[in-house]
């Protein structure tokens, strides 16, 4: 009873829908870090009482090795009571032999009574030693498996993670104009080269501009000339030069 009873403890998590919490849980991450809390606490409980349990044995084995000494030292009593009644019923005291021989048979009930509660116990300690055995290696699994949920928990907690931060470059990549990635560049060369014709018909208007004042120049040079001869003609000279 005593063993199902640390065993329940042990692995009543396990017992638990773990994916059905995951799924109805507001916050994965929260709840796994409650689950490695509670299988550890668990944990702890259970090798409180496995301590327990193994410390009870070990008195049974120390009450189990002094009923063998007792045994044995009776035993040893009865062998030398016997010996000192032989001893005197050889030299004709049939009463001190009688009193030995009585205390020999004291000490052998006695050794009798102790080779007994021996042989009660072996059975019980034989089944108790293998449980404690059992229970040893169930929580040495448990240990295991509770680095594997912590493993596991921190494998889960770093994807959840990675899938959220892929989930909003999907959507930032979904936002842009994959159709026709160059639209907008177009559009913006085509402003450019609008703005660069607006320079170059600057420019020619400015460069027709200039050739006009050069042309009205080159007029005003035209009537001074024909002015100079004009002046010269009415002073009797030549109009060549």
Excluded: C, H
């Amino acid at each position: 009873m005593a063993k199902q009873t640390i065993f329940g403890r042990i692995s009543s998590l396990l017992k638990a829908n773990i994916n059905q919490l995951i799924d109805n849980a507001e916050d994965p991450q929260l709840m796994l870090d409650q689950l490695v809390r509670d299988y550890t606490n668990n944990i702890a409980d259970a090798k409180t009482a496995i301590a327990q349990t193994i410390g009870n044995l070990r008195l049974l084995e120390q009450d189990n090795e002094e009923d063998v000494r007792a045994a044995t030292e009776w035993g040893q009593k009865a062998a030398n009571a016997s010996a000192a009644a032989d001893k005197y019923r050889a030299e004709g005291k049939t009463a001190e032999a009688d009193k030995f021989d009585n205390l020999a048979k004291i000490a052998i009930g006695k050794q009798i009574a102790a080779e007994d509660e021996v042989k009660q116990q072996a059975p019980s300690l034989a089944t108790q030693n293998q449980q404690v055995e059992q229970l040893k290696q169930g929580l040495a699994g448990m240990e295991q498996k509770l680095q594997d949920l912590k493993a596991k928990r921190d494998s889960l907690v770093a994807r959840s993670k990675t899938a959220e931060a892929q989930s909003k470059v999907n959507d930032a990549i979904g936002n842009i104009d994959i159709t026709d990635p160059t639209s907008d560049l177009s559009r913006f060369e085509e402003k450019v080269r609008r703005e660069e014709a607006k320079v170059l018909g600057q420019q020619e208007l400015q460069a027709s501009s200039l050739d006009a004042q050069f042309e009205s120049l080159e007029d005003l040079g035209k009537d001074a000339d024909v002015e100079a001869r004009l002046a010269a003609l009415k002073a009797g000279g030549s109009s060549s030069i």
